[in-house]
């Protein structure tokens, strides 16, 4: 026994039965869709067809962070079992919810004076946020303390490259990270916008790329120019998509091919409900331990 629990969110874009054979415990990120209040449950309520076909139909899709009092709740399981808490949060850059998890680590500080809650932002999101917490239970794992633990994850948080791409535009435009003009020709040219995870955390378009098949040699080329090792990176590699599962595979069939020594098959995986009210479908992204965001 570790003597302390490591937490995340449902954003991590795991799947529950990957986190609990990991031992990480976790809470659920909520969103609407047309005023009715659903989990980000790893798609329990609505699978992710069943979303994005209610999304394309016109459904209005809201997300919404972890609230203080919900964290409260969570921590507060673990902590009056005797247990410190090391929770990693989804990126601050993206959602506030770093915010609500510290004010609830403080709450938490007067009720249990001899307990720990300690927070750590990933900088991370989806498998990305996932490919971290992963790291930091094989750590654990391997006997790592809670606070050696912290800290390893705040000097290595941005180790974690995030690369996505993606061939439906039509939900960045409706949320302002494409302007319909864009939108339009880019539909026209086949144009699918590359995007990444800058060091604050924040997603930001990186190269418009024409052509999927473009894309996917993008990744590939990104990967060996910024992967621990380049071609002989022996890390894992996390694949995640919103409902273009044959393109996701053709990622990682090229990755497998191509870097000999990776840890494992690449793992591929499903966007969740709170990156994908914002993505929409047809959207890949990649995630592999590289060099430091910058």
């Known amino acids: 026994m570790s003597g302390f629990v490591l937490s995340c969110c449902s954003t991590v874009d795991l799947t529950a039965e990957a986190l609990e054979a990991r031992d990480i415990k976790y809470i659920y990120f909520n969103y609407e869709l047309d005023g009715k209040p659903c989990k980000d449950d790893f798609g329990r309520t609505n699978s ?8 394309l139909a016109g459904a209005d899709a809201k997300t919404s962070q972890v609230s203080t009092g919900d964290y409260v709740e969570h921590f507060e399981k673990f902590l009056s ?60 794992d391997e006997g790592m303390g809670i606070d050696e633990l912290a800290a390893w994850g705040l000097e290595h948080r ?53 052509t999927k098949q473009r894309a996917i040699k993008r990744d590939l080329q990104l990967m060996e120019e910024l992967a621990q090792g380049g071609l002989d990176y022996s890390g894992k590699v996390f694949i995640s998509n919103s409902e273009c599962i044959d393109d996701a595979r053709a990622v990682a069939s090229e990755i497998e091919a191509a870097f000999k020594k990776i840890d494992g098959p690449v793992r591929v995986s499903d966007i969740g409900a709170t990156i994908g009210c914002h993505t929409g479908p047809g959207t890949v992204a990649l995630f592999f331990w590289g060099k430091p965001r910058a």
């Open 48 to 55: 992710p067809a069943e979303l994005y076909s209610k999304m």
């Open 158 to 210: 941005l180790e974690v490259q995030h690369w996505f791409f993606s061939t439906d535009l039509t939900f960045f435009i409706r949320g302002g990270r494409i302007s319909k003009a864009a939108g339009v020709v880019g539909g026209l040219l086949k144009i699918c916008p590359m995007m990444d995870v800058e060091p604050d955390g924040s997603l930001a378009v990186k190269e418009k790329i024409r």
């Open 81 to 140: 079992q005797g247990l410190d808490v090391l929770h990693a949060t989804l990126s601050s850059g993206i959602s506030g919810t770093y915010n609500s998890a510290v004010a609830a680590q403080r709450l938490l500080a007067e009720k249990y004076p001899e307990r720990k809650v300690v927070i750590v932002d990933s900088l991370a999101a989806s498998a990305g946020y996932g490919l971290f917490v992963d790291h930091l239970a094989d750590l654990r």
